[in-house]
């Protein structure tokens, strides 16, 4: 398994998406943005991505070079379209204008439609916490069958539909980001799990029957199984509240689409629908007092002894700023399955195996 | 264990709180809202509080016909002070201002600080899907001993803190209410398996050293109390603490920790609501035929087992409270008990209220 620094690798992601076509601006979002979601420790966000979007873009799924078009701007409210543009520039575009809006109006609803994979939702939270904002980002995923299945029901219906919420940094503190699938696990994690052969945690899977299952096959392998909600047998109803809203939050508000079959395309499409809320806290409250009560709210919830003291208490942010400072110093380990997608998506636009392995400084 | 009808045990709470100093109007609105969360069958937020509000009315920290005050106003943007009065009372204008905002501007937030208990959090959703809005609510709760632990904590930090999410009624469809509380359960439903001697669900509780236990006594032991998981692990988790900095960082309000109790105890809640106005987005008829189309495709996955189909959020309060208003409400001895020796604090009878009760004076 190759493990490639991250300049290194941000300049192979930047090269393919160059070479399929994509402006320079356009190819450094996608490149960052994906180098940035596996320096989190999100490989299932990150640059394995890149060849399923290239691959979605010779089908006419994935509209190279598009951008975020207003469709209704009252104000407060802006309703964007995404016109199948890569996720990484019509996320960016979005939360740009909403941040602007939220600095106007203490407060913007946003909602994006038609965006193609927005890919990690806690990089928006991210953009509107580096302009000091408040944010909560409700998405749900329509071209690609359902994956996850509502809570008592045995099989899939919808997607990992993530919520994510968002608090700027203090002067303690780094930024607070929550950043979740409401599935008890990512799809990722499933395909980690049937590729090396090994089972999964109770809990996270069914068969078709609806059964309990630790088989990763069940989602490979018709009739398919599917995701369970999160929350488990005690509280899998609320993951599933979470999961349903997310679906009608982001799909019908923003004049796009729901899961359902008529609206599938096909595996390789993801096209998300996202609603943000982006708050100016500074309209709302004093910016001192305000960062005073996060930092003793998360002194005062990390001081709860830990249960394991290898373990800690941490707050949402956390894993991902380890991650990200241990990859940023020793490269970004990528397997080799998808180092081998990438070169062949690399081939598809026309760039030699050898010129990537150069690019990538892998022999 | 008495049942008793609604429109009876609405008259009952509304006669007690009338005499523990509130208007007419007051005691009524306290009185409908805790009967409804009966109604819908969470009676951890029903009338089982009235002893707490009347003890807490007769030490001074919950103020008797207290109103909103607007701390902020920046037209989308609204915070308000509860002024520590009856969060049945203030909740409501809060959510009646941030309706005309939402009308106005198409979307609004309310911070809402220093509102006394606020009862079920559903009923604020409900309250914005009636006027046609979508929302959103994230509450946290002081002056109340912590009773939840962070993942991988082994004590209390923080109480319950609901997140609330509500679609309005479509022409097929009744409004979906989603909400609930980031525990893995209610500490209500700890307070029942420890009243009739039965195990809490696995996974829910952990001792006062941070193992992991069923028994409901170690939620009651002194002076160290055991806790309630976070639900869905990590995830629950970070529900919890958003919850509890969003609504008290966001409003002017104080997040649960040692230095924000009360003297005289009150139970206070923050909340910062989001309400959209969702045709400002998209048409009625878009709104309405998506989102039907949206729940008919979830609850038509088979159900695993027959006798449970799929639902949605809302459905099972909608079936709780259609049986309960036919069958009236069911109120257990101790609650009653306590709700009538609340009702002799402020100078009624046991008689005069099982009678209003339509029970055996």
């Known amino acids: 398994m190759p493990t490639i620094a991250s300049d290194k690798l941000e300049d192979v992601c930047r090269q393919i998406a160059l070479a399929r076509g994509s402006d320079a601006a356009e190819a450094e979002l996608v490149a960052t943005n994906l180098v940035a979601a596996n320096l989190t420790g999100h490989d299932s966000h990150g640059v394995g991505m890149l060849p399923r979007y290239i691959k979605a873009s010779f089908t006419g799924e994935l509209a190279i070079n598009s951008h975020a078009e207003v469709v209704t701007d009252q104000g407060v409210i802006l309703q964007i379209d995404g016109r199948a543009g890569y996720g990484q520039v019509i996320g960016h575009e979005a939360m740009e204008m909403g941040i602007e809006r939220a600095r106007m109006f203490g407060l913007c609803v946003l909602t994006i439609r038609n965006s193609f994979h927005l890919c990690r939702i806690g990089a928006w939270g991210e953009q509107c916490a ?35 919420a968002v608090l700027p940094a203090t002067a303690n503190n780094p930024r607070t980001v929550l950043d979740f699938a409401t599935s008890e696990v990512a799809a990722g994690k499933v395909r980690v799990a049937k590729n090396k052969g090994v089972q999964m945690a109770p809990g996270a899977l069914i068969d078709s029957t609806g059964e309990q299952t630790t088989d990763p096959w069940v989602l490979y392998n018709e009739p398919k199984g599917a995701i369970g909600p999160f929350g488990g047998v005690q509280a899998g109803h609320k993951g599933y509240g979470m999961a349903v809203m997310n679906e009608m939050l982001a799909g019908v508000l923003s004049g796009g689409q729901t899961c359902r079959p008529e609206t599938d395309r096909d595996e390789d499409v993801i096209l998300n629908g996202m609603l943000s809320v982006i708050i100016d806290p500074s309209k709302m409250v004093d910016l001192q007092a305000f960062e005073a009560e996060i930092d003793a709210t998360i002194a005062h919830v990390k001081a709860s002894p830990a249960a394991n003291p290898d373990e800690p208490v941490l707050v949402p942010g956390d894993p991902e700023r380890l991650t990200r400072a241990e990859r940023g110093a020793q490269g970004v380990p990528v397997d080799d399955e998808t180092w081998r997608e990438m070169l062949e998506a690399g081939v598809s636009v026309g760039i030699a195996e050898e010129d990537l392995r150069a690019i990538a400084g892998v022999n | 264990m008495p049942t008793i009808d609604h429109a009876r045990l609405t008259n009952a709470i509304a006669a007690i709180v009338g005499a523990g100093g509130s208007e007419a109007a007051e005691a009524r609105t306290v009185a409908d809202n805790l009967v409804g969360a009966n109604l819908a069958g969470h009676d951890s937020h029903g009338v089982g509080m009235i002893p707490a509000y009347i003890a807490n009315r007769l030490t001074g920290g919950l103020v008797a016909n207290a109103h909103v005050s607007v701390e902020v106003d920046n037209g989308a943007v609204v915070v308000l002070d509860g002024n520590s009065g009856y969060g049945q009372v203030v909740g409501q204008e809060a959510m009646d201002i941030g309706i005309e905002c939402a009308r106005d501007f198409g979307a609004a937030i309310i911070g809402l600080r220093n509102a006394h208990h606020i009862g079920r959090i559903g009923q604020w959703g409900e309250q914005c899907a009636a006027a046609g809005l979508v929302s959103m609510h994230h509450v ?24 609330c999410a509500t679609l309005p009624a479509t022409d097929n469809n009744p409004p979906t209410v989603l909400d609930f509380a980031t525990s893995m359960v209610a500490m209500g439903k700890i307070r029942v398996a420890r009243n009739k ?3 809490a669900p696995e996974g829910a509780l952990m001792d006062s050293k941070g193992q992991p236990s069923r028994d409901p006594n170690i939620m009651y032991e002194e002076p160290i109390a055991g806790a309630l998981q976070p639900f869905g692990a990590h995830k629950g988790y970070g529900l919890a603490l958003m919850n509890e900095i969003l609504a008290s960082a966001m409003t002017g309000g104080l997040g649960c920790r040692p230095e924000t109790k009360y003297d005289p105890p009150k139970i206070i809640n923050n909340m910062l609501s989001i309400i959209i106005d969702p045709m400002k987005l998209v048409s009625r008829q878009f709104f309405n035929s998506e989102v039907d189309a949206t729940i008919a495709h979830v609850k038509s996955s088979p ?14 309060e909608r079936t709780s409270r259609s049986t309960r208003i036919s ?13 009538t020796a609340a009702g002799v604090s402020v100078g009624l009878t046991d008689p005069e209220l099982n009678k209003i009760a339509g029970l055996a004076a």
Not at chain 1, 130 to 143: E, R
Not at chain 2, 329 to 338: C, I, L, Q, Y
Request: hydrophobic share 35%; charged share 20%; with cysteine.
């Open chain 1, 130 to 164: 580096d302009a000091g904002m408040v944010s909560m980002h409700h998405v749900n995923v329509v071209g690609h069958p359902g994956m996850v299945a509502p809570f008592r029901g045995s099989d899939a219906r919808y997607a990992t539909n993530p919520y994510c």
């Open chain 2, 140 to 163: 946290n709760v002081m002056g109340h001993k912590a009773i939840v632990a962070p993942f991988r904590g082994t004590d209390a930090r923080y109480v319950t803190n609901p997140y």
């Open chain 2, 197 to 199: 001697g039965e195990l």
């Open chain 2, 303 to 316: 159900a695993a087992d027959p006798a449970k189909p799929v639902l949605v959020p809302g459905d099972p």
């Open chain 2, 327 to 339: 069958q009236g409400v069911p109120v257990d001895d101790e609650t009653w008990r306590e709700i």
